[in-house]
């Protein structure tokens, strides 16, 4: 199954650097999901081939305008596209509000639905369940409520070995039951192990992605052991002091983050529009958690346990 983000924008409230504001797109074995909605965003998608109609579902971390105001411009194309399904959107408060003027004062009546789906930030939720997926709250600390995401795949059944349907005449009406772990009962009455006949599933991949924030470890048990996890760090730590001021976070506390949940690699953005080499925050970060890698538009990440 394809499990992979793909970076949109990767800077804070200034775009700079050729930089753009927040915004990235989660692809689960061809659903799209759309993470914040920064300006520009429908430009991204288009230049690095996001294909628009596969999108059904965006989350909106908080209000702040480096967050959302490509959200507007999104849905509006959407509908000279004519798009017919509909659309969710999950996200604060105060956000249907927002979108709901604009098309109140130019007067545009939607080809499509759009649910707006309040989160909020009282204790961590599951917001979205599919299949295969579960997307649940991460509850953050920032000047305005603000929620990271967890996206989590199910627990895959069990592998049957493809030699054991033969060898033991196991017939097809039986085989999820075997890979739900269950014991097969021969027609001479033997009974065969599930251990025997199946193999272990893969681990199940997960995503988190920490949005603005302070430097808080109250969502470590959440997220613990997580195959991938892009945190926010805007600033060097030199700067630690303007990061709390701001509410904020440093290379270095991301990547404390990363350690402390022990996951598998760790992705950091939204940079300052100050630095214009990368590489400071990136080399400050691996000191602490050396499987980091920046955020850099218009690169894909697998999300894997590697």
Excluded: W
Excluded at 42 to 63: A, D
Excluded at 86 to 107: A, D, N, R
Excluded at 238 to 259: I, S
């Amino acid at each position: 199954m394809q499990f992979d983000v793909t970076i949109l924008g990767s800077n804070a409230a200034i775009p700079a650097y050729n930089r753009h504001p927040t915004s990235q797109v989660l692809n689960y074995n061809g659903n799209l999901f759309l993470i914040d909605c920064g300006e520009g965003t429908q430009f991204r998608m288009n230049e690095f081939g996001i294909k628009r109609g596969n999108l059904n579902n965006i989350f909106i971390s908080h209000l702040h305008g480096d967050h959302y105001f490509g959200l507007v411009a999104l849905l509006t194309s959407f509908n000279l596209n004519r798009r017919e399904h509909p659309l969710f959107i999950y996200g604060p408060l105060g956000l249907e509000e927002i979108v709901q003027v604009h098309f109140k004062h130019s007067l545009t009546k939607l080809s499509y639905k759009i649910h707006f789906m309040p989160v909020f930030i009282d204790e961590p939720k599951v917001i979205y369940e599919d299949h295969a997926l579960t997307v649940e709250t991460i509850i953050l600390t920032h000047r305005l409520p603000t929620t990271g995401f967890l996206f989590k795949e199910k627990k895959n059944l069990r592998k049957i070995i493809a030699d054991k349907i033969t060898e033991h005449n196991i017939p097809h009406h039986k085989i999820n039951d075997i890979k739900r772990g269950g014991d097969f009962i021969t027609e001479t009455g033997n009974e065969i192990s599930n251990t025997g006949l199946t193999l272990d599933p893969a681990s199940p991949r997960s995503y988190a992605y920490c949005s603005d924030t302070v430097y808080i470890e109250s969502f470590i048990e959440q997220i613990k052991g997580v195959s991938t996890i892009y945190h926010e760090a805007t600033f060097i730590h030199e700067h630690e002091g303007r990061a709390t001021e701001t509410f904020h976070t440093t290379t270095k506390q991301a990547a404390t983050v990363a350690l402390l949940a022990n996951a598998g690699k760790l992705l950091i953005g939204h940079f300052s529009a100050r630095y214009e080499d990368l590489n400071l925050l990136l080399n400050e970060s691996k000191e602490v958690f050396p499987n980091t890698l920046l955020a850099e538009e218009g690169k894909t990440f697998a999300i894997g346990n590697d």
